[in-house]
């Protein structure tokens, strides 16, 4: 299996802040024949399910807001909220969908300052 | 708008088998486009991937080997829902468990969660 790891494990970014979360995974999700990163970003706050934010590693999902962005190929990635929120506090997960099984990071929890 | 609603026992027995439902709306289970997917959340395993099934002139399923041994992924084309079996349980299997659809890989709608729990 594909290990995703992340960091940090917690964050504390200040309102209006940029916040920076990595994701590295044990090989390469990069598909050579169509150059795409198999990685995916969700946001999973409580009582509810995971979002999906970003996909093909800097995609973001519709309606997802422009303050969030994706980076990253091969094995690095991160994801990066440009301008912090309240609304924004949430666990973040990374997802290979290079190879099932599609494995998890094991989350950054983002909180406010 | 895609929506996927679960049910299912929220108190298990160990040895039995657990079984959770995921009824969709605003797409076919038989979509050719898309894959149906089971994904499980605990404490002590984080967010785990379980496997899917999806219809590409016939069906397929792909499971993770953590759980192949006890796992079944079922369509029901009827009802247009997908059901998680889950055998043998024991207490490592209490987590909320999440049905979902993957597009293009990735896990694009969620159903709403139902939490598990495996005990006498």
């Known amino acids: 299996d594909i290990v995703m790891t992340q960091s940090p494990d917690s964050l504390a970014v200040s309102l209006g802040e940029r916040a920076t979360i990595n994701c590295k995974s044990s090989?390469?999700?990069?598909?050579?024949?169509?150059?795409?990163?198999?990685l995916g970003w969700y946001q999973h706050k409580p009582g509810q399910p995971p979002k999906l934010l970003i996909y093909w590693a800097s995609t973001r999902e519709s309606g997802v807001p422009d303050r969030f962005s994706g980076s990253g190929s091969g094995t690095d990635f991160t994801l990066t909220i440009s301008s912090l929120q309240a609304e924004d506090v949430a666990v973040y997960f990374c997802q290979q969908y290079y190879t099932t099984p599609h494995t998890f990071g094991q989350g950054t929890k983002l909180e406010i300052k | 708008q895609v929506q996927l609603q679960q049910s299912g026992p929220g108190l298990v027995k160990p040895s039995q088998t657990l079984s959770v439902t995921c009824a969709i709306s605003?797409?076919?289970?038989?979509?050719?486009?898309?894959?149906w997917t089971w994904i499980r959340q605990s404490p002590s395993r984080g967010l785990e991937w379980l496997g899917r099934?999806?219809?590409?002139?016939?069906?397929?399923?792909d499971y993770a080997l953590s759980v192949k041994s006890r796992i079944g992924i079922n369509p029901d084309t009827p009802k247009n829902q997908f059901s998680l079996q889950l055998n043998a349980v024991t207490p490592e299997d209490t987590a909320v468990y999440y049905c979902?659809?993957?597009?293009?890989?990735?896990?694009?709608?969620w159903g709403q969660g139902t939490l598990v729990t495996v005990s006498s």
């Open positions: 090989q390469s999700v990069l598909y050579s024949s169509n150059d795409k990163n198999y």
């Open positions: 605003g797409d076919s289970v038989s979509s050719n486009s898309v894959a």
């Open positions: 979902a659809r993957t597009r293009a890989g990735v896990l694009d709608y």
């Open positions: 099934t999806y219809y590409r002139s016939k069906w397929y399923n």
